[in-house]
């Protein structure tokens, strides 16, 4: 099992059919988003980095290629042919942390077919989850307005690669730090963590619990007051706390029950015990619905704890995306059928300052004053420049949020804002369907970018 | 980064004041699903095997001590004490493919404390993730009512990771088989696979194609028929079928648009041609609800290809599961505030013909007929029978489905079947509970199953 097996067993079936064909002039293929998911008004590119990985390394190895055979019930010669098959085209794509909309590449890449076809799956694998674990982890940050937000995931993510990933993008859109000691020694993201129920129902009370915990962690502590009777628990964190003279630093955590409520109620308790300085953390099951209405009431919570629903995305866990072929051997191509219609070219995302992206060929020229969002990071399979860190990613996040819409920053009934199509793609689009139409049986455009070879 | 670090914070700041102090008493812990996410009858158990793995192996190298003192900003020789402590408990669990229902233990851990709670995190990860797409895969089961299902989910699942353990737990509820080649190698699954719009789109029509793709596969083919004009792609595709004299095992397959009338259509041209063996496969954002309209409707259809939906369970991609402490020491031990108490004590589930399951103490006597759900399945740190195979838990889902009512099997509004309490349990809770409001201040009961000798 490898990167290289990870993958649908028909990428494997049509690349050995395009060898035996010699079918090996170079593809693009673009992969995007088709519609956003309800309830956002962006998405933030995320997993480019995984997926130039991934790429940087393809080989298909010997025991790939009986694994392959294997799958497929055929000796290993007939599987021979992809042997030693690497990744040498290029890639466009969107930097992480950028913010992106509907139709809007992602990526695009440029190959032989076989080498374009192969990687589909694990490409498509890495760039939608990520995509949409940072979307949701982005508007959490949004929620707190400002207020640190920690990552509590790992306990529900899709596995232990999922919980590291949550961790990274949760860092990416601008959190505070996770509870995974593997993800934040990894990657450089603050470690946080506090105490369990259990911890406080293995002692015979709480104040021997927080004063047991105090005695092992000499710097600030968290204590998690609400096993029994919160408010009662509150009073005895504060005793606590007073007692040991710790206040800076410290805070106390509220798991359950009227999180508004409950946080007033103990920063009353904490305020009147000369403890100002004692933070209030909330968690259980909170994402951005919860965090903005706590926000809004104006509960007294500084720092928000999210998990499950956020490191599963929970209310939009996975994206319609698709990896096309736009364009091969310099015909551009697209998909009719039903409403699934795919526009052909290789294509360049254009950003303006205060007004919708424009969706255009490549090869326009940049309108004035935008940005173009595709950045070449990979030629002949070797990135272009080294691996971005997350901090990287947080920096481009934050610059486009700037300019991003209230209206697609809000977290109830967000507005994306669609982007336009340039003139030359509709042109292409039309042009490419008229050809198919026209052809006496289905079959691939007659209308051309450049030199049909085969 | 190993398995021991892939863990919240907290179980390690948790354990260092356990060691600190002293309270190495045997804890048991157990893990169970609060409520059933709407939608569910039933959950299916899964996640044990990789838990157990994980146990098994567990131990913390001076690696793992150097990244909890990097993660907590404290000298290694602070985390020292939790050099070499290794899983030697034991745990008694439901095995895989059994159904569950909410508030029965999926497993429960004895073993001294902090190794009990040190496992926590990863414990819950596992059992969690794999219960939900488990029971997401087993309603797709039921919806195609007997017609094969294949998982497709790959290039949606949170990750390469995820994407294996879809294909395995699909087959445990009974897929025929998976799109995944590394995960079908792996784990001897039926590999599955057909072409991508893609392949269709780099020819000059469909018909050189599917002759193609027909070159390189001497073996059972099928056709993707929707790429351009479906009726006239199924057309084509009989015709080259016709041809080649290639019928037996061979499909076509729809990906897009009324999949019920094109369905239809394409049975009727398939026919027309003299090849009623030729089947049908669907695909395209089929969960169980798409499965059965279809199935309802009499669309014909042969196998049924489900991808994203079910690889993230999209419409319940996490359970509300808890992983509690319920004894320590030989004292019961539970939870208050909120809503969300927990009952105390080491406890068994009893599965009784036509009735509804009963959650026991441990030590209750076995009703007449029923069947304890939890079984010892480590001792000492060490599996108490060999790794069991997808294929076991494949035959004790069918078994336990036989006996599951049909209000708990319908795919529309599924009512669960409530496990009742045993009286013996009822009155433990009730104690400890009195014990609890007892205390002058909060604090665990004083009522006790066994020595109190911290």
Redesign the interface.
Known sequence: ???V??????????A???L??D?RAP?I?SLFVRDLPPGRGFLVAAGLESALDFLADYRVEREDVE??A?????PVQDLEPLLGLSFDGEVRAVPEGRLVFAGEPLLEVTAP?PQA?LV???L???L??QTV?ASKAARCVLAAAGRPVVD?S????????????AARLGALVGFAGT????A???LGIP?????????I????????AFR??A???P?PVTFLV?????E??VR?AARVLADLRRGPGCAIRLD??DLEALARRARAVLDAAGLAEVRIVASGGLDEYGVDRLVRAGAPIDVYAVG??VG???DA???DAA???VE?DGHP????????VTAPGRKQVFRRAGRPDVIALAEEDLPESARPLLRTVMRGGRRTCSRKHWRDARRRFQEDLADLPVSARRIHDPEPVPPERSAALERLTASVRAD?DA?P????PVASTGTHAR
């Not at 097996?5 to 049509?14: A, Q, R, W």
């Open positions: 099992m490898s990167d097996t990870t993958t649908d067993l028909y990428e494997v079936t049509m050995l059919s395009y035996r064909e079918m593809a293929f694994e392959f294997d799958a497929l019930h055929r077919l076809q589909e799956t694990y498509l694998n890495q939608c989850h674990v509590f790992l306990r529900r993510t899709h596995g232990p690669w999922a919980g590291l990933q509870s995974n000691v593997a934040a020694v990894a470690a946080s963590g506090t105490m369990a129920h259990s911890y129902e293995a002692f015979s009370g709480e104040e021997e047991a915990f005695r092992a962690h710097g609400d096993t029994y009777d919160t009662e628990g005895i359950s029950g499950t629903r599963v995305a929970a866990p996975f994206l990896y096309k072929l091969y191509v697209m998909k009719l059928s039903s409403a699934k198919i052809r049986g289905s079959g691939r």
